[in-house]
């Protein structure tokens, strides 16, 4: 497995620490795209309405910026691995509870989204911080990308499996069956996390000081500000998409061919962004794939078809991997030149997924308002013109972040340090 992999790397150094943490991440990718997307279904199923959905993720991206807080405390005192540890046995737990939970899931809809926010947080800060201290600028866009081809991976098989066992299996056993099967993958990964090399932590968590350098470094202020705009995207689109291919079609194995159709374009594209983008085209390669994004969201507003949801599907397929491969990858090289980034680095992991967390917040909160006060049907294609545009902001603020040459050492760290994937 090492030499397949380093043979796709090239001149690339591949250790196994980062052959490890691949694999959890795929174990991961692959237990939230069986699952995740259709318990926005099962929620909508028991309830019929938005606020149910809203109010479900809302529990997620208000307990995920609480607990990677919390996290990074504990990450300063700990072992990274544990944390790791930690987030997936909670992820283990929320599917678990959904099992025990049942049809009454829909009643409880804030308390299990806040359970997978926890989990979220503990498993995010604890990849990021790892994938920071794995990595090395000359290796950072191959992780990325062949992360990227793995989530895509997890993204095809995962919600076509889900999608026929729930068409069938009779009534929910099918929901029962691919929530048991995410379940036992994150106890996979859990087992996997044994392999990695333990990470002693140490010093004081200075949340706040790092929150602070907003203010004295430019490129960290405007990274966390296409943060903001990032999370303003992810807030409502991908439990809006998924509803809608839903209601579309009334069908779970629609839905699932519409996330392998999706994912099959992403894959491709994430071995093509892997291969020849590279760091000068890296601004160049955000604004098209942000361009793209943007207009695909016109196919669908007015006038919704299965058929336009496909190409919908097929022209976002093709522009996340062009925008998150640099994108992600400029991110980390920002914090890797950041102050004090060696000392600090689990705290600039932190502040960042604040800001994410902050634009998704606000954009559930607008959502659940103007449900309230127009009809939804009406409101949420505008909702979805105002929101969807957060990829054009990102690239505006990214535009002129300055890292200078990608060999120069004064900042960078010797050990140096991906989202749910919205619609």
């Given at each position: 497995?090492?030499?397949?992999?380093?043979?796709?790397?090239?001149?690339?150094?591949?250790?196994?620490?980062?052959?490890?943490?691949?694999?959890?991440?795929?174990?991961?990718?692959?237990?939230?795209?069986?699952?995740?997307?259709?318990?926005?279904?099962?929620?909508?199923?028991?309830?019929?309405?938005?606020?149910?959905?809203?109010?479900?993720?809302?529990?997620?991206?208000?307990?995920?910026?609480?607990?990677?807080?919390?996290?990074?405390?504990?990450?300063?005192?700990?072992?990274?691995?544990?944390?790791?540890?930690?987030?997936?046995?909670?992820?283990?737990?929320?599917?678990?509870?959904?099992?025990?939970?049942?049809?009454?899931?829909?009643?409880?809809?804030?308390?299990?989204?806040?359970?997978?926010?926890?989990?979220?947080?503990?498993?995010?800060?604890?990849?990021?911080?790892?994938?920071?201290?794995?990595?090395?600028?000359?290796?950072?866009?191959?992780?990325?990308?062949?992360?990227?081809?793995?989530?895509?991976?997890?993204?095809?098989?995962?919600?076509?499996?889900?999608?026929?066992?729930?068409?069938?299996?009779?009534?929910?056993?099918?929901?029962?069956?691919?929530?048991?099967?995410?379940?036992?993958?994150?106890?996979?990964?859990?087992?996997?996390?044994?392999?990695?090399?333990?990470?002693?932590?140490?010093?004081?968590?200075?949340?706040?000081?790092?929150?602070?350098?907003?203010?004295?470094?430019?490129?960290?202020?405007?990274?966390?500000?296409?943060?903001?705009?990032?999370?303003?995207?992810?807030?409502?689109?991908?439990?809006?998409?998924?509803?809608?291919?839903?209601?579309?079609?009334?069908?779970?194995?629609?839905?699932?061919?519409?996330?392998?159709?999706?994912?099959?374009?992403?894959?491709?594209?994430?071995?093509?962004?892997?291969?020849?983008?590279?760091?000068?085209?890296?601004?160049?390669?955000?604004?098209?794939?942000?361009?793209?994004?943007?207009?695909?969201?016109?196919?669908?507003?007015?006038?919704?078809?299965?058929?336009?949801?496909?190409?919908?599907?097929?022209?976002?397929?093709?522009?996340?991997?062009?925008?998150?491969?640099?994108?992600?990858?400029?991110?980390?090289?920002?914090?890797?030149?950041?102050?004090?980034?060696?000392?600090?680095?689990?705290?600039?992991?932190?502040?960042?997924?604040?800001?994410?967390?902050?634009?998704?917040?606000?954009?559930?909160?607008?959502?659940?308002?103007?449900i309230y006060v127009f009809p939804a049907e009406k409101i949420i294609?505008?909702?979805?013109?105002?929101?969807?545009?957060?990829?054009?902001?990102?690239?505006?603020?990214?535009?002129?972040?300055?890292?200078?040459?990608?060999?120069?050492?004064?900042?960078?760290?010797?050990?140096?340090?991906?989202?749910?994937?919205?619609?």
């Amino acid at each position: 497995m090492h030499k397949s992999i380093q043979n796709i790397a090239g001149k690339v150094e591949i250790d196994r620490d980062l052959i490890f943490l691949l694999v959890i991440g795929g174990l991961y990718s692959l237990g939230i795209f069986l699952s995740n997307t259709f318990v926005n279904i099962y929620l909508w199923k028991q309830s019929g309405d938005y606020v149910t959905i809203a109010m479900y993720n809302l529990g997620i991206y208000l307990l995920q910026p609480i607990t990677f807080i919390f996290a990074g405390k504990i990450a300063k005192k700990v072992d990274r691995v544990i944390v790791l540890r930690l987030g997936v046995t909670v992820l283990s737990l929320f599917f678990l509870s959904v099992l025990i939970i049942a049809e009454d899931a829909s009643v409880y809809n804030f308390l299990l989204g806040s359970l997978l926010g926890i989990g979220y947080g503990f498993y995010w800060l604890a990849f990021n911080v790892l994938t920071f201290e794995i990595t090395e600028p000359e290796s950072r866009d191959f992780f990325n990308g062949f992360l990227g081809i793995l989530q895509s991976f997890g993204g095809m098989i995962g919600p076509l499996l889900a999608g026929t066992i729930i068409l069938k299996m009779p009534a929910t056993m099918g929901y029962t069956t691919i929530f048991t099967i995410s379940f036992g993958l994150f106890i996979s990964a859990v087992i996997c996390s044994f392999f990695l090399k333990r990470r002693p932590a140490e010093g004081l968590f200075h949340f706040k000081r790092v929150l602070a350098e907003k203010g004295n470094n430019k490129n960290w202020g405007k990274i966390l500000n296409a943060h903001v705009f990032q999370g303003l995207r992810e807030g409502i689109f991908l439990f809006v998409i998924a509803i809608w291919v839903y209601l579309t079609t009334k069908s779970e194995f629609a839905l699932g061919m519409f996330n392998l159709f999706l994912s099959g374009l992403s894959l491709v594209f994430y071995f093509i962004v892997t291969k020849w983008i590279k760091p000068s085209m890296r601004k160049k390669s955000i604004l098209f794939g942000a361009i793209l994004l943007y207009v695909s969201i016109f196919i669908i507003l007015f006038d919704i078809s299965y058929y336009k949801l496909m190409i919908y599907a097929a022209i976002i397929g093709i522009a996340y991997p062009i925008i998150n491969v640099p994108y992600v990858s400029m991110t980390y090289d920002v914090i890797g030149k950041a102050w004090k980034a060696k000392d600090f680095r689990i705290e600039y992991i932190v502040v960042r997924e604040l800001f994410v967390n902050i634009g998704r917040v606000v954009a559930i909160l607008s959502f659940l308002i103007a449900i309230y006060v127009f009809p939804a049907e009406k409101i949420i294609p505008f909702l979805l013109i105002i929101f969807g545009a957060g990829h054009l902001f990102i690239y505006l603020f990214v535009k002129n972040i300055s890292l200078g040459s990608p060999h120069k050492k004064d900042f960078m760290i010797k050990e140096q340090l991906t989202d749910e994937k919205d619609r």
